[in-house]
């Protein structure tokens, strides 16, 4: 996937492909000047919105894999916002800070398993109770699992409810962490400023801040749900499910179709060309 950037020398469109480091040294194609785009988008959000991107145009199980990797990438958010938050209370270095947390991942950086531990103990000691949200159930991980390892081709449908429950989750967890998660964002800033330091005399850099469903909390019109009420009067819906959990879906689906409707177009623009 690639998505439009600007050239500051002549104006005209180029495009270019998403970096792993959301950084991206290009040359125009019509004028020939260098310059560097740097994206303020963390891995999660581009992967989620690669997923919403797929999910637009047809491609359901391409977008399965691409929401599930989003989730993953979220927890190592997580755990890193944290880290660097403790970091920050002690007055630490950021930047042995940092390098500390880049080294203690390498550990667990091939292993989703240990990953996820990481991130159970970074929600208890943060939030100081269990997280309880990490069930199969919640996760969507049968789901998951039938689509990315079994093969299974779902329907679009199918793929909204996952993508919803995976937004929920996100949104959720980064309303509890709040300004912690500028922590992280911090250390892409550092990473952005040793890049530019080292680029040649006549590089302009660029920084550019793209739309994503996530940027619909932070800079758009996006407000949190309203919390459940329970009510003597809820009935069993005809899917057997109970109906708190039917409740549940129904607002992760609204909070993710009030996203994809204010984000959704704007995604539309970072298409291939």
């Given at each position: 996937?690639?998505?439009?950037t600007?050239?500051?020398?002549c104006?005209?469109?180029?495009?270019?492909?998403?970096?792993d480091?959301s950084?991206?040294?290009l040359s125009c194609?019509?004028c020939?000047a260098a310059?560097?785009?740097?994206v303020?988008?963390?891995?999660?959000?581009?992967?989620?919105?690669?997923?919403t991107?797929?999910?637009?145009?047809?491609?359901?199980?391409e977008?399965?894999?691409?929401?599930a990797?989003?989730?993953?990438r979220f927890?190592?958010?997580?755990?890193?916002?944290?880290?660097?938050?403790?970091?920050?209370?002690?007055a630490?270095?950021f930047g042995?800070?940092?390098a500390?947390?880049?080294?203690?991942?390498?550990h667990?950086?091939?292993?989703?398993?240990?990953?996820?531990?990481m991130?159970?103990?970074?929600?208890?000691?943060?939030e100081g109770?269990?997280p309880?949200?990490?069930?199969?159930?919640a996760?969507?991980?049968?789901?998951?699992?039938r689509?990315?390892?079994?093969?299974?081709?779902?329907?679009r449908?199918?793929?909204?409810?996952y993508?919803?429950?995976?937004?929920?989750?996100?949104?959720?967890?980064?309303?509890?962490l709040?300004?912690g998660?500028?922590?992280a964002?911090?250390?892409?800033e550092?990473a952005?400023?040793?890049h530019?330091?080292?680029?040649?005399?006549?590089?302009?850099?660029?920084?550019?801040?793209?739309?994503?469903?996530?940027?619909?909390?932070r800079?758009?019109?996006?407000?949190?749900?309203?919390k459940p009420?329970?009510?003597?009067t809820?009935?069993?819906?005809k899917?057997?499910?109970n109906?708190a959990?039917?409740?549940?879906?129904?607002?992760?689906q609204?909070?993710?179709?009030?996203?994809?409707?204010?984000?959704?177009?704007l995604l539309?623009?970072?298409?291939?060309?």
């Amino acid at each position: 996937m690639d998505f439009p950037t600007t050239c500051p020398t002549c104006g005209r469109e180029n495009r270019a492909e998403y970096a792993d480091s959301s950084v991206h040294d290009l040359s125009c194609a019509h004028c020939g000047a260098a310059y560097c785009v740097l994206v303020r988008k963390q891995k999660f959000e581009v992967l989620f919105d690669l997923g919403t991107r797929a999910l637009m145009d047809g491609y359901a199980r391409e977008a399965v894999a691409s929401f599930a990797a989003a989730l993953e990438r979220f927890f190592e958010f997580y755990v890193r916002s944290f880290a660097l938050e403790r970091a920050s209370d002690t007055a630490a270095d950021f930047g042995e800070a940092t390098a500390a947390l880049t080294g203690t991942w390498r550990h667990v950086a091939s292993q989703s398993e240990r990953q996820l531990g990481m991130f159970a103990l970074a929600y208890l000691l943060r939030e100081g109770k269990e997280p309880d949200f990490l069930t199969p159930a919640a996760l969507g991980a049968d789901f998951r699992n039938r689509v990315i390892h079994r093969g299974e081709l779902p329907g679009r449908a199918d793929v909204e409810v996952y993508a919803a429950q995976v937004f929920a989750l996100i949104d959720r967890l980064l309303t509890d962490l709040g300004d912690g998660a500028k922590q992280a964002e911090l250390a892409q800033e550092q990473a952005f400023a040793l890049h530019i330091a080292a680029l040649p005399d006549g590089v302009t850099a660029v920084f550019e801040e793209h739309p994503g469903m996530f940027r619909a909390r932070r800079f758009g019109t996006l407000a949190p749900m309203p919390k459940p009420h329970k009510t003597a009067t809820q009935s069993t819906p005809k899917s057997g499910m109970n109906s708190a959990r039917a409740y549940q879906q129904a607002q992760q689906q609204a909070l993710f179709q009030r996203a994809l409707e204010e984000r959704g177009k704007l995604l539309k623009g970072f298409k291939g060309g």
